[in-house]
Structures are given as structure tokens and as C-alpha cells.
């Protein structure tokens, strides 16, 4: 997965507000992975109040082809850790598996920042749209009211 992507360029910002390659790609995304959702459509307001409407501690991760943005990652930087926010990226690059490549990125980052965590969010055990989370471990869980942590 990494050689797929060795022709990405990646760069950090504080806002994408002004940037309508980001505000493009977020609606084809929505609109294209997320149909069966409350997300969909994807809107100016929606884009504006969960996108870019950050605090002083979100980045934004973009991911470049050349002059082509194929993702954009969200997250909080924290002084424990990472905390990814959301991945959008264009549906045709599938194959490179941009949601994976993003979250290696993201440890990528927190280990040069010498950050000991990169969270990942909640994980909704029946929810298949967050399996993707169970591929990167340690994980910690809340079980009735304890960290427990899974290898």
C-alpha cells in the first residue's frame, strides 16, 4: 500500500476554508460513499460547520498527486496524541487505499512529534462503515467504566 502511494505529497495547514478542492472533494465523497447516510448530501452549511469551523488545535492533512488533491484528513492535535476528526478522499482512488494511507500518515506525524497516541475514535462494534479501526492495534476500549487494552 505504501508503493502505491510513493507519488503522494502530503502537507499540513491550519484551514481549508478558502480551498475549493477540498470543499469538491468532501461533496463527491459524501455524496458517492455516504448515501445511506445522514451526511448525505453533502452541503455548503454542513461542509462549513463540521469541516471547517476548527479549533486552535486542528490540522488538516492534504494529500496531493502532483496539483491533484485526492484526500484531506482531519485531526486534533493534542498534547497526548492525534485525535482524527474525519477522511475524505476521491472515490476513484480507492486503490490506493487513502483511508489507511492517511492513519499510517497520522502515526507517521505522531511518532516525529514524539506524540505517544494517535486516537482513532469511537469504534461502533456493528457498524461496518468502522471496522476499519480494528486493523490498527493496540487498541483500548471503555468496558464498564475501564480502559481495557486489546493487542
Same mark, same amino acid.
Given at each position: 500500500?505504501?508503493?502505491?502511494?510513493?507519488?503522494?505529497?502530503?502537507?499540513?495547514?491550519? =484551514?481549508?476554508?478558502?480551498?475549493?478542492?477540498?470543499?469538491?472533494?468532501? +461533496?463527491?465523497?459524501?455524496?458517492? $460513499?455516504?448515501?445511506?447516510?445522514?451526511?448525505?448530501?453533502?452541503?455548503? +452549511?454542513?461542509?462549513?460547520?463540521?469541516?471547517?469551523? &476548527?479549533?486552535?488545535?486542528?490540522?488538516?492533512? *492534504?494529500?496531493?498527486?502532483?496539483?491533484?488533491?485526492?484526500?484531506?484528513?482531519?485531526?486534533?492535535?493534542? $498534547?497526548?496524541?492525534? =485525535?482524527?476528526?474525519?477522511?475524505?478522499?476521491? &472515490?476513484? +482512488?480507492?486503490?490506493?487505499? &487513502?483511508?489507511?494511507?492517511?492513519? *499510517?500518515?497520522?502515526?507517521?506525524?505522531?511518532?516525529? %512529534?514524539?506524540?505517544?497516541?494517535?486516537?482513532?475514535?469511537? !469504534?461502533?462494534?456493528?457498524?461496518?462503515?468502522?471496522?476499519?479501526?480494528?486493523?490498527?492495534?493496540?487498541? +483500548?476500549?471503555?468496558?464498564? %467504566?475501564? !480502559?481495557?487494552?486489546?493487542?
Amino acid at each position: 500500500m505504501l508503493t502505491r502511494n510513493q507519488d503522494v505529497t502530503i502537507t499540513t495547514t491550519l =484551514s481549508i476554508a478558502t480551498n475549493p478542492d477540498a470543499r469538491a472533494l468532501y +461533496e463527491r465523497y459524501v455524496n458517492t $460513499r455516504h448515501q445511506d447516510g445522514d451526511m448525505y448530501p453533502a452541503s455548503q +452549511e454542513q461542509f462549513d460547520s463540521f469541516i471547517v469551523s &476548527p479549533n486552535e488545535s486542528t490540522r488538516f492533512f *492534504l494529500f496531493t498527486v502532483g496539483t491533484k488533491l485526492i484526500a484531506v484528513t482531519v485531526c486534533d492535535e493534542l $498534547r497526548q496524541g492525534l =485525535s482524527a476528526v474525519y477522511t475524505f478522499f476521491d &472515490p476513484d +482512488e480507492s486503490k490506493r487505499s &487513502p483511508g489507511t494511507f492517511a492513519i *499510517l500518515s497520522l502515526i507517521a506525524h505522531a511518532s516525529q %512529534k514524539q506524540l505517544p497516541y494517535v486516537f482513532l475514535g469511537y !469504534w461502533v462494534k456493528d457498524c461496518r462503515k468502522m471496522e476499519y479501526k480494528l486493523d490498527f492495534r493496540p487498541i +483500548e476500549l471503555l468496558q464498564d %467504566k475501564r !480502559w481495557i487494552r486489546i493487542n
